[in-house]
């Protein structure tokens, strides 16, 4: 009987994440991709241990599932860079199954209360780094959702967005017990306020709520 596998590599991902979870079995492991941590971590870090493993196993290598915890550029950074690179034609690796939440694709499906806080935003006082911050994780996420399409791959198993309910949400990863503890219902809310904060999203919430 082949021997059970379940491991946790950490990568050198400067000041953000890059993690490979290897779980599954000797004669069929399997490979979690856990954020891609920010620019430079691909080609200095990500890259090249993939290179190593599909060296190992063969090419392409497969990537069982991609998930992305959250938006900010010390996490997404690299999985884009990683998507553009299977769409520019590489073999290095396949990626079918993409885990991460944006809000673009789920505020119709929001209940209108949250859809209602998502508009009413008071961005005065806001610091101007951290605005411009949370601006460019908002386009990052749009950038990966719009990649995923793009290479046919499915985000979320295809549930749209993700949230825990009492017991958390149960993920559908075989050879996996993944538990989806975060975010909730009000980590969702928050996650809305910044999303239609961006000039472009204004209307099309306002535009929902008015219906």
Not at 82 to 110: C, H, M, P
Not at 142 to 166: E, P, T
Request: include cysteine; proline fraction near 5%; charged fraction near 25%.
């Amino acid at each position: 009987m082949p021997d059970k596998i379940f491991s946790l590599e950490i990568l050198n991902a400067f000041h953000g994440d890059c993690l490979l979870l290897h779980y599954g079995t000797t004669a069929q492991p399997r490979i979690l991709l856990v954020d891609g941590g920010p620019n430079g971590t691909f080609g200095k870090s990500l890259k090249p241990r993939l290179e190593e493993l599909a060296g190992q196993r063969k090419r392409p290598l497969k990537l069982d599932h991609v998930m992305v915890t959250h938006l900010d550029d010390d996490h997404i950074n690299g999985i884009l860079e990683l998507a553009d690179e299977i769409d520019q034609g590489s073999d290095l690796v396949t990626a079918r199954s993409f885990w991460f939440n944006t809000f673009d694709d789920a505020l119709s499906e929001a209940p209108p209360e949250l859809a209602q806080a998502s508009i009413e935003v008071d961005t005065a006082g806001k610091d101007a780094v951290a605005a411009a911050v949370e601006k460019a994780s908002i386009s990052q996420g749009r950038s990966l959702r719009d990649a995923v399409v793009k290479l046919h791959a499915k985000q979320n198993d295809g549930q749209g967005i993700l949230f825990a309910k009492d017991k958390g949400l149960a993920l559908n990863m075989p050879g996996l017990d993944m538990t989806l503890i975060c975010p909730d219902k009000r980590h969702l809310a928050d996650l809305a306020k910044k999303w239609i904060a961006s000039p472009a999203k204004k209307a099309e919430a306002a535009a929902y709520v008015d219906r």
